[in-house]
């Protein structure tokens, strides 16, 4: 009942920076948290970054000072600014988000994913 959809994935040499975007859309009353993960071949997912409703946000040690999430409330909207890129940050990243439907019921959704590769 709650579609994500991630745009933004991208080849880009090390270095560079993508920035990545998130839509929510639905029967959506409320979005509590907005959240990046990342997966990589033969790795666990990991979250990257996380936005509450307030604005409060938590990264990954490995991307904080390179990474910045910010969201859009009117537009159920998150991104996801990835600077100073290296291959290590290539993987699938993936959109997730949790809230309350119109009907007051809980949600978690998940994007389908969008592949960021980092390469010379």
């Known amino acids: 009942q709650v579609q994500l959809v991630e745009s933004g994935g991208d080849l880009v040499q090390p270095g560079g920076s993508l920035r990545l975007s998130c839509v929510a859309s639905?029967?959506?009353?409320?979005?509590?948290?907005m959240a990046w993960y990342r997966q990589a071949p033969g790795e666990e997912r990991e979250r990257v970054a996380i936005?509450?409703?307030?604005?409060?946000?938590n990264y990954a040690a490995s991307v904080k000072g390179r990474f910045t999430i910010s969201r859009d409330n009117a537009k159920n909207t998150a991104y996801l600014q990835m600077n100073s890129l290296k291959p290590e940050d290539t993987a699938v990243y993936y959109c997730?988000?949790?809230?309350?439907?119109?009907?007051?019921?809980?949600?978690?959704?998940w994007g389908q994913g969008t592949q960021v590769t980092v390469s010379s």
């Open positions: 997730n988000a949790g809230g309350r439907l119109v009907t007051r019921s809980p949600f978690t959704s």
């Open positions: 639905g029967s959506i009353f409320s979005v509590n948290f």
């Open positions: 936005i509450t409703s307030s604005d409060s946000t």
